[in-house]
């Protein structure tokens, strides 16, 4: 491998993890009521399969994947379904849910299951466990997993690249996996190399994090070609196209997947949650997630039930301080903000920041002074200082000419702008406007 | 738990410590040794320039600037700029001018702050010679009596300075009509003839290390100036060295310091791109030296910056980087 252990450009925000760092996983108990958006991941949202007054246990399907591209959601509680309906989802929006309120004095076993063993199985069995158990890619995107494991039959995959990054300040989520999780991630990997076919993986940690690389190290298998690689501490590391870079020196072509230069990327919690598959038989329906912020009174790792409301997981980690002011689902570089304190966390819902006035306040906007702070900062080599004028005349056609696709709206050109041009915001915007001026158009 | 009452912004929610009123106050703040040798230098004059450059460059911006324009710090800036380019003796009320052309037709004009093409500071020097050719180039002595005043500071607009200066010839004056060079140490120091800032080559050095390691300014142009002016006149040097002046020389003379650190370094006409930075500047030294050697002017720092200017557009144009994953773009078409 060829890689520098780091990408070019990016930005150093301070990384404000050691809130949480090294603060064990805990479990929280099962909150009143769990809600259950039905698009949760990636691709088409899961078709319903109970209704109003029915009783489910831990662990059993109540919505089925619609397609290849989607995945089943489990309750993940035992209770009563009381409504079905319109509930606040994490992007903002509002998005059909089941509400499950919770058994009291349930013993919260899940009904007894098979588990699969998964020497026995072919790739496409693996992909099919995969898929059931209602995986995806825990480090945000929620990407249905299983089809990160069937990549299609032309593409040549010669290594399965960990990421273990966790670049976004305060979340720890992926560091506590690692650090107290080692052998399950380990185990995902050789769930994965054995499905994908490929002999070789590289887990790549950002240096902050030597109790979770000292964990991956020890716990390598004896049989397998994989390796730990740490990776200088600079945001974004984990975006998958800056990881490959650091790893391989390869670039990922323009509006190309990995796979086009023959990389399978995963985050480490997804993983781990690929071999508690195998290990448990169960489907996803917990997850870690870090809950923190100068706002947190008592900022924790928590092993939530997917669906815990925002509220009930706030109030398990002590409540918030008085100068609350913005409460984000992940981190703070691209996390996104939440108005309704009942939103439940998902799948995809890595952690809970909450910012306080010193982090959220409001800045005045300086004309551009051409310092090309952008420029130096920008990980795709774009232009931020000429979008963010073309944003401001409405040119989004000139800024597709520009490159604005190439944009992963890291946020690293707002973060350095120091004239507090909202640059990473406008191009959000400028790509939401395009996305619908295409759809009117077709 | 009661309701607290939420923001929603977009992301990213953190911001870095930069911001532009603290980049253009740090610049101020590193200028404080250099104004602070002037006046040791040139005395009280020293002083009275500044404040009149720097006045005729705030007031105008307060007067014809976007409202609450002057809190980011880049009228102060080109106004104590401008003064530093400028003799001790100089009279009051053209500076005063100067910092208000600097500012009215070096930048509002164009828009304001970030839309100039040409370095403020400069464009007002460049009026003032073009006005005031004499009294630009009356260099006081140093080493007079130091509460002395150098010059006319106070004549009164349109009438001719009454008082009789005592003035020295600057070391590039001495060695383009003269051929006379000047001993390096001294032009290190800054103790000779010159304008207020162009004399003291360290401490403007100092100011410009402090900038850089904080990246309020691209240490590649400097860099690319100076390392091009000695390649240059290092060349000519060893051809002639009778004929032409030695490249420590050319480096520690004149306005070359001030210009290289503080004025082809104005973020807002500068090269956005590094690899820019590095042309831009190397072109600036090309033609410092052309100007020095070949030109009709014993000085061409603010010209050569003027020019390089005008190209800036075109070099940011021609050096922007390639967009990630893109390697074949330009060869697919």
Known sequence: MSGRAAFRHGVHPPDSKELTAHVAIRRMPFPEEIVLPLRQ????????????????????????????????????????????????????????????????????????????????????????????AGVVGLGGAAFPAHVKLSPPKDAEIDFLLVNGAECEPYLTTDHRTMAEYPERVQFGIRIMMHTLGVSRAVIGIEKNKPDAIEALRRTLPADLDVTVLPLTVKYPQGAEKMLIKAVTGREVPSGKLPMHVGAIVQN??????????????????????????????????????????????????????????????????????????????????????????????????????????????????????????????????????????????????????????????????????????????? | MSEPRLDLTASPHIKGPDSTPRIMWSVVASLVPVIGAATWLFGPSALLVLFASSAGAVATERLFGARNSLGDGSAAITGLLLGLTLPAGFPMWMAFVGGAFGIGFGKLIFGGLGQNVFNPALVGRAFLQAAFPTAITTWPAAGQAWGALRGGNFALPFMSAGVDAVTEATPLNLMKFDHQPTELLRLALGNTGGSLGETSAVLILLGGLFLASRRYLNWRVPASILASVAVFAGALWSIDPARYPSPLFMLLSGGLMLGAIYMATDMVTSPTTNRGAWIFGTGIGLLVVLIRVWGGLPEGVMYAILLMNALVPFIDRATQPRVFGTRTAKAAG
């Open chain 1, 268 to 442: 480490v919690a997804s993983l781990a949650a690929i071999a508690e598959v195998f290990e448990t038989g169960l489907p996803l329906i917990e997850r870690i997630v870090t809950i923190t912020g100068p706002a947190v009174r008592k900022p924790s790792n928590l092993i939530v039930p997917v669906g815990t409301k925002l509220r009930d997981a706030l109030d398990f980690c002590g409540g918030l301080t008085d100068d609350v002011v913005e409460i984000l689902f992940g981190g703070p570089m691209m996390g996104l903000p939440q108005s309704d304190l009942d939103t439940p966390l998902i799948k995809g819902t890595t952690g809970v920041v909450v910012l306080n006035e010193a982090q959220s306040k409001p800045r005045v906007t300086y004309p551009c002074i051409r310092c090309g702070h952008c420029l130096d900062a920008c990980p795709v080599f774009l232009h931020p200082s000429k979008l963010g004028q073309l944003a401001q005349a409405g040119r989004y056609e000139d800024m597709e000419a520009s490159n604005l696709a190439d944009c992963m709206l890291c946020g690293a050109c707002s973060y350095v702008c120091p004239s507090n041009i909202p640059l990473s915001q406008m191009f959000a915007l400028s790509k939401n406007l395009l996305k619908k001026q295409k759809v009117k158009a077709a």
């Open chain 1, 41 to 132: 991941h990636a691709g088409k949202p899961a078709k319903l399969l109970v209704g109003k007054g029915d009783r489910v246990e831990r662990g059993d399907k109540i919505a089925e994947a619609d397609g290849f591209v989607s995945v089943p959601i489990h309750a993940s509680a035992a209770g009563v379904v009381t409504d079905i309906g319109w509930w606040p989802h994490p992007d903002g929006s509002m998005a059909e849910a089941v509400r499950i309120r919770v058994e009291k004095y349930s013993p919260q076993v899940p009904r007894p299951r098979l588990v699969p063993e998964w020497k026995g199985l072919s790739p496409a069995q693996v992909v099919q466990a995969v898929q059931a």
